[in-house]
């Protein structure tokens, strides 16, 4: 599961990435 995230990371622009450490829960379900 972590690598999917990571992967979901990595794949979304950098803007996406700060907000998924505010809300992680939120962006990744």
Do not use: A, F, Q, T
């Not at 996406?16 to 990744?28: H, T």
């Amino acid at each position: 599961e972590d690598s999917v995230i990571i992967y979901k990371l990595r794949s979304k622009p950098k803007r996406e990435c700060l907000g998924m450490e505010k809300n992680p829960i939120d962006d990744i379900i």
